[in-house]
């Protein structure tokens, strides 16, 4: 039976400064169908412009995984060239990430793969459970991936293994991923996994939202300009830090010894 469209494909919550996506579609292990997309790429700009949210966070419901890819059951629905550049253009949620100037981080369990795997590339941190397993399955089904796979991977994990990812649609376990560094932190379980990114995205939550924006941009700038032009963004977003009130608050507090706790270590992460 098809999934009712009374359902919501993303759901979206806000507390104490984190914005949390989650993919609902549990039934089809989050497949990215048209809907989900058109909602995602909404969810991303409203909690972009959202104030009161330093931080996001993107989930995926459901026992099976974080997102099984594109919605295969939709390919057959997209009968032109030109229809599937409208669909596109519309629901790009590879573009809509690149806009997100907050941080993101991705919270994978189960499987991730296609544009589950793009989805995650886009975020700036990938935490996985030990059940993790990703893959591009595209090439299998006579496509390529098209929501950034074949850029972002190769910029994360470098040209050699993602070329080996995009070609074979082999899988890779939660461990291999970290050993490779397409994620960063693997919890000891799913419920762990849970617990580990909401207190990671506390602790950014916490931090100055001007000076994280400016970290993200100039460390994401580093894969993609010549080293005096990065140098020269990461000197300007340096500069224009000196003066934002965050900034003054924070070295007052260090002189107060007010700030000294250190972002918390999940014994994962601690264990490298
Ligand atoms: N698009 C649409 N529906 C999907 C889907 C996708 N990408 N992935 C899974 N589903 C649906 C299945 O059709 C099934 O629904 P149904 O019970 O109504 O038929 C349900 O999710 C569970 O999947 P199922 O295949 O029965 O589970 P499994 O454990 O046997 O296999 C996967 C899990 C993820 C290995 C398998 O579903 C799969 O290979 N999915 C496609 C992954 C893919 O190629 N993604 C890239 C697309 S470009």
């Known amino acids: 039976m098809p999934e009712a469209e009374s359902v919501e494909p993303i759901l979206v919550d806000r507390t104490a400064g984190i914005g949390w996506i989650r993919l609902n579609r549990p039934r089809q292990i989050n497949a990215l169908s048209l809907a989900l997309r058109s909602d995602f790429c909404t969810a991303l700009a409203e909690l972009q412009a959202d104030r009161d949210v330093h931080v996001i966070v993107i989930s995926g419901n459901g026992e099976r995984g974080f997102c099984a890819g594109a919605d295969i059951k939709e390919f057959a629905e997209v009968h032109s060239l030109t229809e599937a550049r409208q669909a596109?253009?519309?629901?790009?949620?590879?573009?809509?990430?690149?806009?997100?100037?907050?941080?993101?981080?991705?919270?994978?369990?189960?499987?991730?793969?296609?544009?589950?795997?793009?989805?995650?590339?886009?975020?700036?941190?990938?935490m996985a459970s030990p059940d993790a397993v990703f893959g591009l399955p595209e090439i299998t089904l006579g496509q390529i991936p098209g929501g950034g796979g074949t850029q972002r991977l190769a910029r994360i994990i470098g040209l050699g293994r993602a070329m080996d990812m995009v070609l074979t649609a082999e899988r890779m376990s939660a461990l291999e991923a970290k050993s490779?560094?397409?994620?960063?932190?693997?919890?000891?379980?799913?419920?762990?996994?849970?617990?580990?990114?909401?207190?990671?995205?506390?602790?950014?939550?916490?931090?100055?939202?001007?000076?994280?924006?400016?970290?993200?941009?100039?460390?994401?700038?580093?894969?993609?300009?010549?080293?005096?032009?990065?140098?020269?963004?990461?000197?300007?977003l340096f500069t224009l830090l000196m003066s934002t009130p965050e900034r003054m608050a924070a070295a007052k507090a260090f002189q107060n010894k007010s700030n000294r706790a250190p972002l918390p270590l999940t014994a994962a992460v601690a264990g490298g």
């Open 88 to 126: 596109r253009a519309v629901v790009s949620w590879s573009a809509a990430m690149e806009r997100v100037t907050k941080p993101i981080i991705a919270a994978i369990h189960g499987y991730c793969l296609g544009g589950g795997l793009e989805i995650a590339l886009g975020c700036d941190i990938r």
């Open 180 to 236: 490779c560094g397409l994620v960063t932190r693997v919890s000891e379980s799913r419920d762990a996994l849970e617990y580990d990114v909401r207190t990671l995205a506390s602790a950014l939550a916490s931090r100055g939202s001007a000076a994280l924006a400016f970290a993200k941009e100039a460390t994401k700038a580093s894969t993609d300009v010549d080293l005096p032009s990065g140098l020269r963004l990461e000197g300007d």
